[in-house]
């Protein structure tokens, strides 16, 4: 079974609180513990802010397009910009080691990677934006409980 | 995000409120904490308790303050961290750079043996 909530925002800063209460929603709903729900608020920040500033340029005339899918075994979510697109395979060989107080920036891909069961990068099938798919599996006993 | 300044005991206390993210926030935090090295005033505690939420580029903004404290001999803590901008730090390891307090009068206590 899979229910799905489909969000889309400009690319402002100020529409990512609205997403943090809906993925807190979500995440409560499915029966994820407050710290993986964390986790997961943390994550899709981290896509959205990259959505709108690497993606769409923080320009107000491109939008951010999110999709909760509900799982019984998982929450997968879908974060789309709807900018020209870049080459993040190369973007991906060299997250900085977040550790390193010398790097002001560059720790949000590398946040996502440690906090998800599963981080995917693709072309958006849509226009020629990135797509990002974040995953987390439920735990067996929440699972058994839904 | 807004900050308000006040200092105790000869530490600068910047209480900082709403959200800690990129934008025009990075530039104002840093050139506020320049502000405060040219004073002199080089011991600062960052109040955190009504931060809703911090993304990374808010953590690098800390970072920047951090650094420019520390170059000039000076120090930035942190107070009243959240359980979210805890885990960013516990996850990225910063948690062992930053020093981390639940009370004022201890993160100021801490300053003693500067």
């Known amino acids: 079974m899979s229910e799905g909530v489909i969000m889309e925002f400009p690319s402002s800063y100020k529409y990512l609180n609205l997403i943090d209460l809906v993925c807190g929603e979500i995440v409560k709903e499915m029966g994820f513990s407050p710290e993986t729900g964390n986790q997961i608020s943390i994550s899709v920040i981290e896509a959205c802010t990259n959505a709108l500033e690497h993606g769409n340029k923080c320009s107000p005339d491109l939008s951010v397009h999110v999709v909760f899918r509900q799982q019984t075994d998982r929450l997968v979510i879908e974060v789309c910009d709807s900018g020209e697109g870049f080459d993040f395979t190369e973007y991906l060989k060299h997250i900085p080691d977040p550790s390193d107080i010398h790097h002001k920036r560059g720790r949000g891909i590398f946040i996502m990677k440690n906090m998800m069961d599963d981080l995917r990068f693709e072309m958006s099938p849509h226009n020629n934006g990135i797509k990002v798919t974040l995953e987390k599996m439920l735990c067996t006993a929440a699972v058994a409980e839904n | ?114």
């Open chain 2, 1 to 114: 995000m807004k900050v308000q300044t006040r200092e105790r005991d000869g530490v600068i206390i910047l209480d900082l409120s709403g959200k800690l993210m990129g934008g025009p926030d990075a530039d104002y935090f840093r050139d506020l904490v320049l502000g405060l090295v040219e004073k002199g005033l080089k011991k600062v505690i960052v109040n955190l308790g009504d931060v809703k939420w911090v993304n990374s580029t808010g953590v690098g903004i800390l970072i920047t303050g951090y650094t420019t404290l520390r170059r000039n001999k000076g120090d930035l803590k942190l107070l009243h961290v959240s359980s979210k901008i805890q885990s960013i730090l516990y996850v990225t390891k910063l948690n062992l750079i930053f020093e981390c307090f639940d009370s004022e009068e201890t993160a100021i206590r801490s300053f003693e043996k500067y």
